[in-house]
Protein backbone atom coordinates (compact mmCIF):
# COMPACT_ATOMS: atom_id res chain seq x y z
CA UNK A 1 0.00 0.00 0.00
CA UNK A 2 2.42 2.44 1.00
CA UNK A 3 4.72 1.45 -1.95
CA UNK A 4 1.89 2.22 -4.38
CA UNK A 5 0.94 5.57 -2.73
CA UNK A 6 4.67 6.50 -3.37
CA UNK A 7 4.59 6.04 -6.58
CA UNK A 8 1.66 7.71 -7.02
CA UNK A 9 2.83 10.38 -5.45
CA UNK A 10 6.11 10.72 -7.60
CA UNK A 11 4.16 10.33 -10.49
CA UNK A 12 1.76 12.98 -9.93
CA UNK A 13 5.26 15.02 -8.98
CA UNK A 14 6.05 14.58 -12.64
CA UNK A 15 2.75 14.95 -13.73
CA UNK A 16 3.11 18.43 -12.22
CA UNK A 17 6.69 19.29 -13.49
CA UNK A 18 5.80 17.80 -17.05
CA UNK A 19 2.54 20.37 -17.30
CA UNK A 20 4.45 22.97 -15.97
CA UNK A 21 6.58 22.97 -19.17
CA UNK A 22 3.27 25.28 -20.29
CA UNK A 23 1.95 26.27 -17.03
CA UNK A 24 1.60 29.74 -16.99
CA UNK A 25 3.58 30.20 -20.16
CA UNK A 26 1.05 33.69 -22.03
CA UNK A 27 0.43 37.22 -21.76
CA UNK A 28 -1.50 38.11 -18.69
CA UNK A 29 -1.97 41.57 -19.89
CA UNK A 30 -3.30 41.66 -23.35
CA UNK A 31 -5.11 45.19 -22.91
CA UNK A 32 -1.49 46.72 -22.61
CA UNK A 33 -0.61 45.81 -26.28
CA UNK A 34 -2.08 48.95 -27.57
CA UNK A 35 0.91 50.87 -25.81
CA UNK A 36 -1.31 53.20 -23.42
CA UNK A 37 -1.12 52.53 -19.39
CA UNK A 38 -3.54 49.70 -18.26
CA UNK A 39 -5.91 50.00 -16.04
CA UNK A 40 -3.75 50.29 -12.69
CA UNK A 41 -2.00 53.20 -14.69
CA UNK A 42 0.83 51.26 -15.19
CA UNK A 43 2.85 50.46 -18.71
CA UNK A 44 3.37 47.05 -19.08
CA UNK A 45 5.58 44.91 -21.70
CA UNK A 46 6.08 41.04 -21.27
CA UNK A 47 8.29 38.52 -22.55
CA UNK A 48 7.67 35.05 -23.48
CA UNK A 49 10.15 31.66 -22.23
CA UNK A 50 12.49 32.31 -25.30
CA UNK A 51 13.10 36.13 -24.93
CA UNK A 52 10.62 37.54 -27.39
CA UNK A 53 7.76 39.93 -26.55
CA UNK A 54 4.33 38.09 -26.65
CA UNK A 55 3.31 41.21 -29.06
CA UNK A 56 5.98 42.47 -31.22
CA UNK A 57 4.33 45.72 -31.96
CA UNK A 58 3.88 46.56 -28.35
CA UNK A 59 7.58 48.00 -27.69
CA UNK A 60 7.21 50.63 -30.49
CA UNK A 61 3.65 51.61 -29.28
CA UNK A 62 5.05 52.17 -25.63
CA UNK A 63 8.23 53.55 -27.18
CA UNK A 64 6.47 56.03 -28.96
CA UNK A 65 4.12 57.13 -25.96
CA UNK A 66 6.96 57.56 -23.82
CA UNK A 67 8.53 59.88 -27.21
CA UNK A 68 5.24 62.06 -26.89
CA UNK A 69 4.98 61.97 -23.44
CA UNK A 70 8.60 62.86 -22.47
CA UNK A 71 8.71 65.79 -25.51
CA UNK A 72 7.68 68.64 -23.29
CA UNK A 73 7.00 68.03 -19.66
CA UNK A 74 9.67 66.54 -17.36
CA UNK A 75 9.08 62.96 -16.99
CA UNK A 76 10.80 59.95 -15.23
CA UNK A 77 10.11 56.77 -15.97
CA UNK A 78 10.92 53.68 -13.32
CA UNK A 79 11.37 50.64 -15.04
CA UNK A 80 10.47 47.38 -12.75
CA UNK A 81 11.88 43.44 -13.94
CA UNK A 82 9.90 40.82 -11.46
CA UNK A 83 11.97 38.13 -10.18
CA UNK A 84 11.08 34.26 -9.68
CA UNK A 85 7.79 33.30 -8.50
CA UNK A 86 6.04 36.76 -10.49
CA UNK A 87 4.33 37.67 -13.44
CA UNK A 88 2.43 40.39 -15.37
CA UNK A 89 -1.15 39.08 -13.47
CA UNK A 90 -2.72 42.29 -12.65
CA UNK A 91 -2.95 40.95 -8.70
CA UNK A 92 0.23 40.03 -8.28
CA UNK A 93 1.70 41.34 -4.97
CA UNK A 94 4.78 43.02 -6.97
CA UNK A 95 2.93 44.74 -9.42
CA UNK A 96 0.34 46.43 -6.75
CA UNK A 97 3.59 47.46 -4.80
CA UNK A 98 5.32 48.59 -7.57
CA UNK A 99 2.57 51.04 -8.55
CA UNK A 100 2.54 51.88 -4.55
CA UNK A 101 6.08 53.25 -4.82
CA UNK A 102 5.57 54.91 -8.11
CA UNK A 103 3.15 56.97 -6.17
CA UNK A 104 5.09 57.20 -3.54
CA UNK A 105 8.16 59.05 -5.67
CA UNK A 106 5.56 61.23 -7.56
CA UNK A 107 5.12 62.72 -4.33
CA UNK A 108 8.60 62.94 -3.28
CA UNK A 109 9.80 64.13 -6.46
CA UNK A 110 7.24 67.45 -6.46
CA UNK A 111 8.35 67.82 -2.63
CA UNK A 112 8.11 71.99 -2.86
CA UNK A 113 12.08 72.04 -2.15
CA UNK A 114 12.83 69.80 -5.36
CA UNK A 115 10.24 72.11 -7.45
CA UNK A 116 12.22 75.69 -6.46
CA UNK A 117 15.48 73.31 -7.51
CA UNK A 118 14.39 72.99 -10.81
CA UNK A 119 12.81 76.32 -11.35
CA UNK A 120 16.19 78.04 -10.30
CA UNK A 121 17.59 75.66 -12.89
CA UNK A 122 14.98 76.72 -15.44
CA UNK A 123 13.10 73.98 -15.65
CA UNK A 124 9.47 73.21 -15.48
CA UNK A 125 9.35 72.67 -11.81
CA UNK A 126 6.08 69.65 -12.14
CA UNK A 127 7.57 65.94 -12.63
CA UNK A 128 5.62 62.95 -14.24
CA UNK A 129 6.59 59.90 -12.88
CA UNK A 130 5.73 56.75 -15.32
CA UNK A 131 6.05 53.01 -14.21
CA UNK A 132 6.94 50.31 -16.82
CA UNK A 133 6.57 47.03 -15.47
CA UNK A 134 8.15 43.75 -17.15
CA UNK A 135 6.61 40.61 -16.76
CA UNK A 136 7.90 37.30 -17.85
CA UNK A 137 7.40 33.69 -16.86
CA UNK A 138 8.78 34.08 -13.42
CA UNK A 139 6.41 31.47 -11.94
CA UNK A 140 6.31 28.38 -13.75
CA UNK A 141 4.60 25.44 -11.60
CA UNK A 142 2.03 26.21 -9.57
CA UNK A 143 2.09 27.07 -5.46
CA UNK A 144 5.13 25.45 -3.53
CA UNK A 145 5.92 23.19 -6.48
CA UNK A 146 7.45 26.21 -8.32
CA UNK A 147 10.55 26.01 -5.91
CA UNK A 148 11.56 23.14 -8.58
CA UNK A 149 12.26 25.41 -10.95
CA UNK A 150 15.31 27.00 -10.25
CA UNK A 151 17.41 26.48 -13.04
CA UNK A 152 14.51 26.61 -15.28
CA UNK A 153 13.60 30.10 -14.31
CA UNK A 154 17.49 31.19 -14.10
CA UNK A 155 18.17 29.87 -17.49
CA UNK A 156 15.18 31.72 -18.35
CA UNK A 157 15.78 35.09 -16.85
CA UNK A 158 19.02 34.88 -18.75
CA UNK A 159 17.25 34.62 -21.96
CA UNK A 160 15.14 37.53 -21.12
CA UNK A 161 17.96 39.64 -20.34
CA UNK A 162 19.55 38.40 -23.66
CA UNK A 163 16.67 39.44 -26.02
CA UNK A 164 13.85 41.74 -26.72
CA UNK A 165 14.06 43.49 -23.76
CA UNK A 166 18.09 44.29 -24.55
CA UNK A 167 17.03 45.90 -27.11
CA UNK A 168 14.73 47.63 -26.31
CA UNK A 169 15.98 49.29 -23.21
CA UNK A 170 18.64 50.37 -25.38
CA UNK A 171 16.28 52.43 -27.38
CA UNK A 172 14.86 53.92 -24.10
CA UNK A 173 18.70 54.95 -23.71
CA UNK A 174 19.02 56.96 -26.87
CA UNK A 175 15.57 58.28 -25.93
CA UNK A 176 16.90 59.77 -22.56
CA UNK A 177 20.28 60.66 -24.18
CA UNK A 178 17.75 62.39 -26.71
CA UNK A 179 15.76 64.12 -23.88
CA UNK A 180 18.76 65.28 -22.29
CA UNK A 181 21.19 66.41 -24.98
CA UNK A 182 20.42 69.91 -25.27
CA UNK A 183 19.33 73.31 -23.08
CA UNK A 184 15.35 72.82 -22.72
CA UNK A 185 12.97 73.73 -19.51
CA UNK A 186 12.57 69.81 -19.57
CA UNK A 187 14.21 66.57 -18.69
CA UNK A 188 13.73 62.93 -18.98
CA UNK A 189 14.62 60.70 -15.95
CA UNK A 190 15.40 56.89 -16.51
CA UNK A 191 15.75 54.38 -13.35
CA UNK A 192 15.44 50.64 -13.92
CA UNK A 193 15.19 48.39 -10.92
CA UNK A 194 15.44 44.61 -10.89
CA UNK A 195 14.32 41.99 -8.65
CA UNK A 196 15.80 38.40 -7.56
CA UNK A 197 16.38 36.73 -11.14
CA UNK A 198 15.12 40.36 -12.96
CA UNK A 199 17.87 41.30 -11.21
CA UNK A 200 19.56 39.41 -13.84
CA UNK A 201 17.49 40.98 -16.10
CA UNK A 202 18.77 44.58 -15.66
CA UNK A 203 22.41 43.31 -14.91
CA UNK A 204 22.70 42.01 -18.50
CA UNK A 205 21.70 45.40 -20.16
CA UNK A 206 23.71 47.73 -17.89
CA UNK A 207 26.39 45.45 -17.65
CA UNK A 208 28.21 46.18 -21.47
CA UNK A 209 27.67 49.67 -21.27
CA UNK A 210 29.77 50.07 -17.42
CA UNK A 211 32.22 48.28 -18.84
CA UNK A 212 32.23 50.61 -22.05
CA UNK A 213 32.32 53.77 -20.00
CA UNK A 214 34.50 52.05 -17.54
CA UNK A 215 37.34 51.08 -20.56
CA UNK A 216 36.55 54.37 -22.08
CA UNK A 217 40.03 56.88 -22.36
CA UNK A 218 38.12 59.72 -23.38
CA UNK A 219 37.00 62.63 -21.38
CA UNK A 220 34.74 62.15 -18.71
CA UNK A 221 32.80 65.11 -18.27
CA UNK A 222 29.74 63.00 -17.21
CA UNK A 223 31.43 60.40 -15.23
CA UNK A 224 30.59 56.97 -15.80
CA UNK A 225 26.61 56.94 -17.11
CA UNK A 226 25.28 53.63 -17.06
CA UNK A 227 21.54 52.63 -17.83
CA UNK A 228 19.75 56.26 -17.52
CA UNK A 229 20.07 57.52 -14.19
CA UNK A 230 20.49 54.59 -11.36
CA UNK A 231 20.40 50.67 -11.92
CA UNK A 232 19.02 49.80 -8.83
CA UNK A 233 19.39 45.76 -8.17
CA UNK A 234 16.88 43.98 -5.17
CA UNK A 235 18.74 40.91 -3.85
CA UNK A 236 19.87 39.94 -7.50
CA UNK A 237 19.56 36.25 -7.91
CA UNK A 238 22.87 36.28 -10.51
CA UNK A 239 26.85 35.39 -9.50
CA UNK A 240 29.12 37.53 -8.10
CA UNK A 241 30.61 36.50 -11.23
CA UNK A 242 29.17 38.06 -13.44
CA UNK A 243 29.70 41.37 -11.58
CA UNK A 244 33.46 40.69 -11.17
CA UNK A 245 34.57 42.02 -14.24
CA UNK A 246 32.93 45.81 -13.59
CA UNK A 247 34.11 45.54 -9.77
CA UNK A 248 38.05 44.80 -10.71
CA UNK A 249 37.59 47.44 -13.59
CA UNK A 250 36.84 50.01 -11.41
CA UNK A 251 38.97 49.31 -8.60
CA UNK A 252 41.90 49.58 -11.42
CA UNK A 253 39.72 53.05 -11.82
CA UNK A 254 41.28 53.96 -8.99
CA UNK A 255 39.56 57.94 -8.69
CA UNK A 256 36.20 59.20 -9.47
CA UNK A 257 35.59 62.85 -9.40
CA UNK A 258 32.73 64.65 -8.16
CA UNK A 259 31.12 64.80 -11.72
CA UNK A 260 30.29 61.18 -11.07
CA UNK A 261 27.05 60.13 -9.70
CA UNK A 262 25.86 57.26 -8.59
CA UNK A 263 25.00 54.68 -11.30
CA UNK A 264 24.58 51.45 -9.76
CA UNK A 265 22.88 50.56 -6.48
CA UNK A 266 22.90 46.81 -4.99
CA UNK A 267 21.13 46.46 -2.11
CA UNK A 268 21.48 41.97 -0.32
CA UNK A 269 19.78 41.14 2.72
CA UNK A 270 21.51 39.09 5.30
CA UNK A 271 18.49 37.04 5.90
CA UNK A 272 17.57 36.13 2.04
CA UNK A 273 17.40 32.61 2.24
CA UNK A 274 16.53 31.43 -1.02
CA UNK A 275 20.01 33.37 -2.28
CA UNK A 276 22.04 32.38 0.93
CA UNK A 277 20.93 28.96 0.64
CA UNK A 278 19.38 27.85 -2.81
CA UNK A 279 21.28 29.94 -5.14
CA UNK A 280 24.38 28.31 -3.57
CA UNK A 281 23.51 24.91 -4.43
CA UNK A 282 21.92 25.54 -7.54
CA UNK A 283 25.39 26.75 -8.80
CA UNK A 284 26.94 23.87 -7.51
CA UNK A 285 24.55 21.69 -9.56
CA UNK A 286 25.52 23.76 -12.58
CA UNK A 287 29.17 23.59 -12.10
CA UNK A 288 29.12 19.45 -12.41
CA UNK A 289 27.95 20.31 -16.02
CA UNK A 290 30.32 22.61 -17.11
CA UNK A 291 34.35 23.16 -17.20
CA UNK A 292 36.24 23.06 -13.93
CA UNK A 293 36.53 26.71 -12.43
CA UNK A 294 39.94 28.68 -11.21
CA UNK A 295 40.30 28.07 -7.44
CA UNK A 296 39.72 31.76 -6.69
CA UNK A 297 36.53 31.70 -9.48
CA UNK A 298 34.28 29.06 -7.32
CA UNK A 299 32.50 31.66 -4.41
CA UNK A 300 32.26 33.96 -7.14
CA UNK A 301 30.69 31.87 -9.29
CA UNK A 302 28.78 30.50 -6.15
CA UNK A 303 27.44 33.20 -4.56
CA UNK A 304 25.32 35.84 -5.29
CA UNK A 305 25.77 39.34 -6.30
CA UNK A 306 25.27 41.24 -2.61
CA UNK A 307 26.64 38.42 -1.00
CA UNK A 308 29.93 37.56 -1.84
CA UNK A 309 31.89 39.80 0.57
CA UNK A 310 34.54 41.03 -1.24
CA UNK A 311 32.52 42.95 -3.45
CA UNK A 312 30.54 45.03 -0.38
CA UNK A 313 30.90 48.33 -0.28
CA UNK A 314 28.49 49.41 2.11
CA UNK A 315 26.21 48.19 5.41
CA UNK A 316 23.05 49.62 5.43
CA UNK A 317 20.74 50.04 8.50
CA UNK A 318 17.26 51.58 10.02
CA UNK A 319 18.73 54.78 11.44
CA UNK A 320 16.50 56.97 13.78
CA UNK A 321 19.00 60.24 13.21
CA UNK A 322 17.69 62.43 11.12
CA UNK A 323 18.80 62.38 6.99
CA UNK A 324 21.72 64.20 6.23
CA UNK A 325 20.20 66.58 3.81
CA UNK A 326 17.22 68.23 4.78
CA UNK A 327 14.51 70.07 2.59
CA UNK A 328 16.15 73.69 4.21
CA UNK A 329 19.89 72.74 3.73
CA UNK A 330 21.75 74.78 1.03
CA UNK A 331 23.59 71.68 -0.35
CA UNK A 332 25.46 71.99 -3.48
CA UNK A 333 24.07 69.06 -5.80
CA UNK A 334 27.12 69.03 -7.92
CA UNK A 335 29.63 67.85 -4.81
CA UNK A 336 27.04 65.64 -2.91
CA UNK A 337 29.05 62.20 -2.95
CA UNK A 338 26.69 59.58 -2.71
CA UNK A 339 29.56 56.98 -1.53
CA UNK A 340 29.44 59.08 1.72
CA UNK A 341 26.17 60.51 2.30
CA UNK A 342 25.52 59.30 6.19
CA UNK A 343 22.06 58.73 5.93
CA UNK A 344 19.07 59.43 3.45
CA UNK A 345 15.46 58.42 3.82
CA UNK A 346 16.24 57.17 7.41
CA UNK A 347 18.77 54.28 6.34
CA UNK A 348 22.29 55.21 7.45
CA UNK A 349 24.56 53.67 4.84
CA UNK A 350 28.08 52.76 6.64
CA UNK A 351 31.20 52.62 3.71
CA UNK A 352 33.19 49.97 4.79
CA UNK A 353 36.95 50.82 4.71
CA UNK A 354 39.10 49.94 1.87
CA UNK A 355 35.89 48.97 -0.37
CA UNK A 356 35.43 52.02 -2.27
CA UNK A 357 36.97 55.42 -3.09
CA UNK A 358 35.15 58.67 -2.85
CA UNK A 359 32.64 58.95 -5.27
CA UNK A 360 32.68 55.77 -6.23
CA UNK A 361 29.59 54.98 -8.67
CA UNK A 362 28.67 51.07 -7.42
CA UNK A 363 27.00 50.76 -4.77
CA UNK A 364 26.87 47.06 -2.93
CA UNK A 365 25.09 46.97 0.39
CA UNK A 366 24.00 44.53 2.58
CA UNK A 367 21.94 44.72 5.75
CA UNK A 368 20.55 42.85 8.68
CA UNK A 369 17.64 45.24 9.12
CA UNK A 370 14.46 43.45 8.55
CA UNK A 371 12.52 46.58 8.63
CA UNK A 372 14.15 47.61 5.64
CA UNK A 373 14.44 44.17 3.36
CA UNK A 374 12.74 40.85 4.89
CA UNK A 375 14.53 37.56 2.95
CA UNK A 376 13.98 37.12 -0.14
CA UNK A 377 10.88 39.08 -1.27
CA UNK A 378 10.31 41.54 1.57
CA UNK A 379 11.89 44.60 -0.93
CA UNK A 380 8.84 46.50 -0.38
CA UNK A 381 8.49 47.80 3.08
CA UNK A 382 7.38 51.62 3.52
CA UNK A 383 10.95 52.02 4.86
CA UNK A 384 12.88 50.97 2.15
CA UNK A 385 10.08 52.56 -0.31
CA UNK A 386 11.11 55.59 1.77
CA UNK A 387 14.65 55.71 1.20
CA UNK A 388 14.56 54.76 -2.70
CA UNK A 389 12.36 57.08 -3.56
CA UNK A 390 14.14 59.99 -1.24
CA UNK A 391 17.79 58.23 -2.88
CA UNK A 392 16.33 57.90 -6.23
CA UNK A 393 15.17 62.23 -5.91
CA UNK A 394 18.41 63.48 -4.87
CA UNK A 395 20.91 61.29 -6.74
CA UNK A 396 18.59 62.42 -10.27
CA UNK A 397 18.57 65.80 -8.90
CA UNK A 398 22.56 65.52 -9.21
CA UNK A 399 22.72 64.18 -12.32
CA UNK A 400 20.32 67.24 -13.28
CA UNK A 401 22.52 69.77 -12.13
CA UNK A 402 25.52 68.58 -13.59
CA UNK A 403 24.23 68.11 -16.65
CA UNK A 404 22.80 71.34 -16.82
CA UNK A 405 25.60 73.06 -15.57
CA UNK A 406 28.31 71.43 -18.13
CA UNK A 407 25.72 72.96 -21.34
CA UNK A 408 25.31 76.05 -20.23
CA UNK A 409 29.62 77.00 -19.61
CA UNK A 410 30.79 78.00 -22.17
CA UNK A 411 33.80 76.26 -23.39
CA UNK A 412 37.51 77.60 -21.87
CA UNK A 413 39.54 79.38 -24.66
Not at 194 to 222: C, I, K, M, W, Y
Request: some cysteine; glycine content about 8%.
Amino acid sequence: MWYGLTVGGIALLMLFILTGCNYGHKPYDPSATNGQPASDGLLVLEVDDYGRFWDRATDNRLYNFLENESADKNVVLVTFIHGWHHNADACDDNRIYFQRTLRELQETVNKPDFAESRTALKLQPNVKVIGLYIGWRGRSLPSYLDYLTFWGRKAAAERVGEGDLREFLLKLQNLYEKRNSHVSDTFMGMVTVGHSFGGQVALRTVAELLENDLLDDGPRSEGVRGLGDLTVLLNPAVEAYQYERIHRVAKEEGKFTGAQSPVLLTVSADNDGARGTLFPVGRWVSRLFRASLKTEEVKEWSQALGMYEPQQTHRFSVTKYADSISENDEVDCKSLDFSRVPVIGGVAMEPIPGRSTTNYPFIVASTDSEDLINGHNGIFSKTFRTFLTEYVALSQGKRICLRREAMTTPPKR
